[in-house]
């Protein structure tokens, strides 16, 4: 039977996303009154430039049952069966929104909550596509992906507090003594749900190469396929020292590179970057 994966718009998956046939269903984003659609018609830069000009972050939310409905009526048009993606259920009402929807249809819409973002989620959506495409069931794949998505590193490391302050997760003094030390707080997914981890301080194109070390050192067995450099619109050369590392320490058969979409790129804001991959 064939299978459609899918996943909402948090996966980050750049061009992956066409050439491994994935159906992507866009979260909302709110500047004031103004609603678009993640990856549609709103860019990471109309985030930044609307935080500039009002000092505010922009609003998102998750599509509603109908929406999720819709969105899997038209899937199983070209499949028999859908498995679909989800952020992380603690980050967003998306995930109780699609298992709710898939209900109306007989079993035929799977729908897993990732317990990650971005492309920590997009790593699952990918091995799922990987085994969809070496003939597994999608019992199969869903069992697989349940027990890898704890094995997943979700992780990053914003250049400024700023957009994480305006959210409330971090306080005014902590951004206050971040900004005034240069101190950059590792951010990680620790089952579902983001917590701080290592401080680092200094210059991000420095500091970015510590980060990965610590990575390897963290995880030194891991799934080879692949692993994600994904950044928030950064600085050129802190992307080029955190791929020039990974090639250094990992052995992946591909490293890939991906901009955060306007979701994720709201809630952290510019030059931000995280290594992501699968560990055993």
């Given at each position: 039977m064939a299978i459609k994966i899918t996943s909402d718009s948090t996966c980050d998956l750049g061009h992956l996303v066409a050439e491994r046939n994935i159906g992507i269903l866009p979260l909302q984003?709110?500047?004031g009154a103004n609603s678009f659609h993640d990856g549609v018609d709103i860019q990471p830069?109309?985030?930044?430039?609307?935080?500039?000009?009002?000092?505010?972050?922009?609003?998102?939310?998750?599509?509603?049952?109908?929406?999720?409905?819709?969105?899997?009526?038209?899937?199983?048009?070209?499949?028999?069966?859908?498995?679909h993606f989800n952020i992380s259920a603690k980050s967003s009402g998306s995930h109780n929104m699609a298992v709710q929807a898939a209900e109306s249809f007989g079993g035929k819409v799977h729908v897993i909550d990732s317990m990650a973002l971005s492309s920590g989620q997009g790593l699952l959506v990918v091995k799922a596509a990987?085994?969809?495409?070496?003939?597994k069931t999608i019992d199969e794949?869903?069992?697989?992906?349940?027990v890898l998505r704890e094995k997943v590193n979700t992780s990053f490391v914003p250049d400024s507090l700023d957009y994480l302050h305006k959210g409330?997760?971090?306080?005014?003094?902590?951004?206050?003594?971040?900004?005034?030390?240069?101190i950059h707080p590792l951010i990680m997914m620790d089952h579902g749900q983001l917590v701080p981890g290592k401080k680092y301080k200094g210059k991000m194109s420095m500091l970015i190469?510590?980060?990965?070390?610590?990575?390897?050192?963290?995880?030194?067995?891991?799934?080879?396929?692949?692993?994600?450099?994904?950044?928030?619109?950064?600085?050129a050369d802190l992307v080029a020292a955190a791929k020039e590392k990974v090639a250094e320490l990992f052995d992946f058969d591909e490293v890939v590179e991906t901009v955060a979409g306007s979701i994720v790129t709201s809630h952290c804001g510019r030059n931000t970057l995280g290594v992501l991959f699968i560990c055993e």
């Open positions: 984003v709110n500047l830069q109309d985030i930044f430039d609307y935080v500039a000009k009002t000092g505010e972050l922009p609003k998102t939310s998750a599509p509603s049952i109908g929406d999720y409905e819709e969105f899997f009526t038209a899937q199983l048009k070209e499949a028999d069966e859908v498995l990987d085994m969809r495409d070496a003939g794949i869903e069992d697989a992906i349940l409330g997760r971090v306080s005014g003094m902590v951004k206050t003594v971040a900004s005034m030390f240069k190469k510590q980060y990965v070390e610590d990575l390897k050192e963290m995880y030194p067995k891991y799934d080879r396929t692949r692993c994600f450099v994904t950044h928030s619109c950064a600085d």
